[in-house]
């Protein structure tokens, strides 16, 4: 059974940095690409990342570039994305995702809370 | 503000169809055939139900459909069931790399 699960979620005030995971099982991370969506309270979906399977293309959204960084574990079958100079506006459910070359993600995880408040 | 814009709510009794729309512009719903859509129940993780417009994953019901006309794509549902009430997200690819979704649309069943 494909599986995903986020985890390194947390409550950290504006500024600070926080580290998500994204753990792979039932399938081998290596052939695909993989996302990171989030989405705020009451809000709806918006996609921030994305890598392809050998980190040869690695794209962010302008709400998130400069402080984000997405990076990948093949051997580890995990997916990372740190982030930076955290704000207010950062705070969503954060879901990774398996991803069809940035069109279309088939298995996603159940995602993981980040707070940025003061 | 989602990038495209879906009606926040939409409903229907059992057995019937519901349609639901996801407009864009042409740079990202009118402009490519990647138009996907989600079906997300309350604490769950979102679920893949359309992807390249129309197409279906292998075991997804073949109530659901999806078409797109100019700069809008909709999700038909036929046959309406319980376990259809869900929030139901599209997105699109939106050249340069990006993606957008819309602000999804909670389903009703009556």
């Known amino acids: 059974e494909v599986q995903l699960v986020e985890s390194g979620g947390g409550l950290v005030q504006p500024g600070e940095s926080l580290r998500l995971s994204c753990a792979a099982s039932?399938?081998?991370?290596?052939?695909?690409?993989m996302i990171w969506v989030r989405q705020a309270p009451g809000e709806g979906l918006e996609w921030i990342s994305y890598i392809n399977g050998v980190s040869s293309a690695i794209y962010y959204a302008d709400s998130v570039k400069g402080r984000f960084t997405v990076s990948r574990d093949n051997a580890k079958n995990t997916l990372d994305l740190q982030m930076n100079s955290l704000r207010a506006e950062d705070t969503a459910v954060y879901y990774c995702a398996r991803d069809r070359a940035n069109t279309y993600s088939d298995y996603w995880g159940q995602g993981s809370l980040v707070t940025v408040s003061s | 503000q989602s990038a495209l814009t879906q009606p926040p709510s939409a409903s229907g009794s059992p057995g019937q169809s519901v349609t639901i729309s996801c407009t864009g512009t042409?740079?990202?719903?009118?402009?490519?055939?990647?138009v996907s859509w989600y079906q997300q129940h309350p604490g769950k993780a979102p679920k893949l139900m359309i992807y390249d417009v129309s197409k279906r994953p292998s075991g997804v019901p073949d109530r659901f459909s999806g078409s797109k006309s100019g700069n809008t794509a909709s999700l038909t549902v036929s046959g309406l069931q319980a376990e259809d009430e869900a929030s139901y997200f599209c997105?699109?690819?939106?050249?340069?790399?990006?993606?957008?979704f819309g602000g999804g649309t909670k389903l009703t069943v009556l």
């Open positions: 042409s740079s990202d719903v009118g402009g490519y055939n990647y």
């Open positions: 997105s699109s690819y939106a050249g340069n790399n990006n993606r957008v």
């Open positions: 039932g399938f081998t991370i290596s052939p695909y690409g």
